[in-house]
Every structure is written in C-alpha cells, then in structure tokens.
C-alpha cells in the first residue's frame, strides 16, 4: 500500500500571495489531519476531516481552511501569506476519527515564504 | 485544555545503551491515548509506541517500552541497545478518548544523538 502523499514538496511563495497544499491518504483512510511545524510553535492542529467533514479545528486564524473530497484527499489552503506562516505542514491520514486508529503522517510540504 | 511537556530538549547516548526520555502531560480526562512520535532529518514522523490509559500494563515494542505512570501523569520512553538508526527527534503526544477526533497535542520534542 502506497503511504500518505503530500504535494508538492517544497513551496515557495511571497508575503501576500495564497498558497493550496494536498494530501493522498493511504487508501481505504477516510480522516485527514493537518499539522504546521515551526521552530518556535512546534507542532500545532490545524484540523481535521472525516467523510468530507470538518471535524476539528485547532486555533488558528482564518486565513488557514481546508477541504476533503469525495476520494477523501485534502487540501488546505492559506490566503494573504505571512511571514509566520513558514513552517512545514504534515497531514495524516487513518481509517476513521480517533479511538484506536493509528494516524500515519506524510513527509511534509515544506513552505517558505518571503 | 491538555497540555504536554518534554523537559529534555536534547540527550545522547553511546550505541548499545539504554537512554530514557521523559514526557509530563496534563489532562482533567480519564480516557485518552499517549504516543511516542520519532522524527528523524527526513521529517517523516513515525509512529514508535502507544499506550491506552486504561491499560495498566506498559506498552513495549521491541527495544522500545514505556513507563506509564497514570496518577503522576508521566509517560517516559526507554530505547534498549541504542542504534545510530535512533538518532532523531522524538515527541510526546496526547489524544483524547472522550472528545471526538484524532487531534494530537505535541510536547516541545527530545533530541536524541546516539554515539557511536
């Protein structure tokens, strides 16, 4: 089975712009979560989907949103850059919404902004 | 809200020890989960060890176990035989079983340096 998927990779954008980052679950994984990686903030819920529904959301501004499709892949999507907003961002995927389900997480879109 | 703390921003071991790393947590709940993330340079997290709260027994996989001590809310993680492979970045996290959803709450992260 092919792990999560996260594309692209690496993102470079300016202060200002909007940027959309996806995830491929592993396949039959119905749940995706984001996180964002810093230096400083560590690592941070952004949220989560199940059966293309938000299920949880972490405390972040507006400007960070996200979606699910039907094939259950997500995208999440961050307007009006900021610096701050540098990080990489992790998404995972697993079977269902919490109890006992293992969450495995993709490599990473590694985002920079100038 | 739960908190997570991992006191050791950094520790090394020699190869073929043992090494422990300590998490603190704190919750109001009674049902949740506890992890141990490794996160080595390639930035792929991996799953390492799990443990239910109502389960008393610690959690072992391999040459990893845990001493889960609920009333202290402690959940340390001891690396047996230490391998250069183990060098990475190691991070506690918590997941509530009563709330819905598959947030984790991460603590600050280990490093861990293994020496040959």
């Known amino acids: 089975k092919a792990g999560v998927t996260q594309t692209p990779r690496y993102l470079i954008k300016t202060r200002g712009q909007q940027v959309t980052l996806s995830c491929s679950p592993i396949s039959g994984h119905r749940s995706v979560s984001w996180y964002q990686q810093t230096p400083g903030q560590g690592l941070q819920f952004l949220f989560e989907?199940?059966?293309?529904?938000?299920?949880n959301k972490g405390n972040f501004p507006g400007r960070f949103s996200g979606r699910q499709f039907s094939n259950s892949r997500s995208e999440m999507n961050v307007s009006t850059l900021e610096l701050g907003d540098s990080a990489l961002y992790l998404c995972?995927?697993?079977?269902?919404?919490?109890?006992?389900?293992?969450?495995?997480f993709g490599p990473g879109t590694r985002l920079t902004v100038l | 809200a739960q908190t997570v703390t991992q006191s050791q921003p950094e520790m090394s071991v020699q190869e073929a020890e043992t090494v422990t790393l300590s998490c603190t947590y704190d919750?109001?709940?009674?049902?949740?989960?506890l992890f141990w993330y490794k996160q080595p340079p390639s930035r792929q997290m991996i799953l390492v060890i799990r443990q239910e709260a109502y389960k008393q027994q610690n959690a072992t996989e391999n040459r990893f176990s845990v001493n889960f001590q609920k009333a202290a809310k402690s959940f340390s993680l001891k690396i047996s035989d230490s391998q250069l492979g183990d060098a990475a970045m190691y991070f506690c996290?918590?997941?509530?079983?009563?709330?819905?959803?598959?947030?984790?709450?991460f603590g600050e992260g280990t490093q861990l340096t293994v020496n040959p």
């Open positions: 996290a918590y997941r509530s079983g009563e709330t819905s959803g598959s947030r984790l709450t």
């Open positions: 919750t109001s709940e009674s049902d949740y989960y």
């Open positions: 995972a995927s697993s079977t269902a919404s919490g109890g006992h389900n293992e969450q495995f």
């Open positions: 989907y199940f059966s293309e529904t938000q299920r």
